[in-house]
Structures are given as C-alpha cells and as structure tokens.
C-alpha cells in the first residue's frame, strides 16, 4: 500500500559534517514525517570547527533543479536555508515567484555557530527586498533580525518585540524571533509573530556545547510539521520542543572535536 506523507523542499547549502545546510533538514524532515527533497545553491568545506570554503552553484543549474522537481513533484512547504551571495537569492525568488508553493520558511542564514560568515553583506538587502516578503514564517536569530532590520541587537524584551513586528512589516506573514542568542542563562525564549498574536515561547535552556544546525533543525522542523499541524502556531510549538529534545540529547553523540551537531533521531536511536 503506498503513503503519501508531505513533502517539504529544502533549497540551501550543504554541510559535509552533516550537523547543518541540507543534512540537517532532510534528517529533520525525516524524523518529524515528512518526505525529504533538496535543491543545492552552494557547497561549503565544512567541519564542526568551522567553514574553510563555499563554492557556489551556478543559477542556471540552481533554476533547473527547481524546474525540475516542481515539474514532477507536489511540494507542500519550502524550507529556505544558506544562500550565500544575490544572485542566488534572486534566483531562487524569481522560481518560487512561477512555481507559488503554499508554504515557505524562511530562514535568512548569514553566521555560522562558529562565527564563519555565510551570507555576503551586501546580500543582506536583496534578502530583504525579494524573499522576506514571500516568507510566510521568517525564522531569524536576534543578530539576522537586527541585520535586517539594520539595527544594532535586540537586548530587552521590549526591544525584542519590536523588532518582531518591524520584520513582519517588511513583508513576513509571520516571524519566529530565536532568542538563543539572548544573555538569560537560565530559560531559551522565542517570540511568535502574526497578524494577530504575539506569544512567547519559552522553555528552561539546555546546557550544551553540541548545537551545530540549531538553527537549520528548527527551521525545517516547522517546514516539516506545518503541513500536519491545524495551524502555524501548533507547528512552531511542536517544532521547538523537537529541537529542545535534540538538543538535550546531543552530548550522547561524539562527532568531531569542535562545536557538535544536535541529535536529530534522538527519539529513534535511543531505543535501541
């Protein structure tokens, strides 16, 4: 008997580690039900230590890979990952603009965990300007959301809220504000943002130095989920639990001799 699970679409960079880029969100999508694809804009040199190299694909081939896929297969939702440089980003809104998919997350990576930079600065702006407004859940940290905004970092809970709306005013439908970057020692929060709700979500934080892909785990994950969940929020929520449980489990992985990857099959591999 065949199944038809969701299908989500990752269009990002790879991660030869595995912790990251493509890697992480098909292991993501895997995990949390969804049927996995990927369409790569880059190749990065890449360990748990940190970046050595990106090798960007060129857009024509990007553009054909999308064609492509869409041509044969249903996409519910879009995970937008690493980009890299403009012409990537103008090429991949210009394929989301003729294929429309219903759902996209938009994850506007620009910093490694290991401090490498991933997105050039002057590709901030196009980033802005042609995807942020296709995004139906923008998914930066507080320094991607202080670089699109151009402002310094959000530091108060006051000024973490503003700066959620000021992004759903660039055109986001709605924005999950990641506020592991924040100094509280003692509790991970995140903002939810819509046209109509402002919801903290907090949960006590994980004390771990394995958190290689956090990022790009939770940003498929709601991918993944929001096609089996009756609404954004109930995705968002279920997502972060799912990258809170990886993370709390990812000191039972020994991978590389530097900033480690989450656990993605924590709930899998543990009952062996």
């Known amino acids: 008997m065949s199944t038809s699970p969701p299908v989500a679409l990752t269009i990002a960079t790879s991660d030869p580690s595995g912790g990251a880029g493509i890697q992480a969100d098909l292991k993501t999508f895997s995990a949390l039900g969804a049927y996995g694809t990927a369409v790569l804009v880059a190749l990065t040199a890449q360990n748990t230590r940190g970046v050595t190299g990106i090798h960007v694909i060129p857009s024509s081939f990007i553009t054909e890979q999308i064609d492509t896929l869409f041509a044969d297969v249903h996409v519910d939702a879009v995970k937008i990952g690493m980009l890299a440089e403009s012409a990537v980003i103008h090429t991949v809104a210009e394929a989301l603009r003729r294929h429309r998919p219903g759902t996209v997350v938009l994850d506007p990576v620009m910093v490694a965990t290991s401090g490498d930079r991933l997105l050039e600065k002057d590709a901030v702006r196009d980033l802005r300007e042609q995807l942020v407004p296709m995004a139906d859940l923008l998914t930066p940290n507080l320094p991607e959301a202080a670089a699109l905004l151009d402002e310094e970092t959000a530091r108060t809970r006051a000024e973490v809220e503003r700066q959620a709306v000021g992004l759903c005013a660039l055109g ?59 609404d ?41």
């Not at 592991?180 to 004390?207: F, I, K, N």
């Not at 799912?242 to 993605?264: I, K, M, R």
């Open 172 to 230: 986001a439908r709605r924005v999950l504000l990641k506020g592991g970057h924040a100094e509280d020692q003692d509790e991970s929060a995140d903002l939810y943002v819509d046209s109509d709700t402002m919801t903290w979500l907090r949960v006590p934080r994980v004390l771990t130095t394995n958190s290689h892909g956090t990022g790009c785990t939770l940003s498929s994950a709601v991918a993944a989920l929001r096609p089996q969940r009756p």
């Open 232 to 272: 954004w929020e109930s995705a968002v929520r279920d997502a972060k639990a799912y990258v809170t449980d990886a993370l709390a489990a990812a000191d039972t992985l020994a991978v590389g001799s530097g900033n480690g990857p989450v656990h993605h099959f924590h709930a899998w591999w543990g009952t062996r």
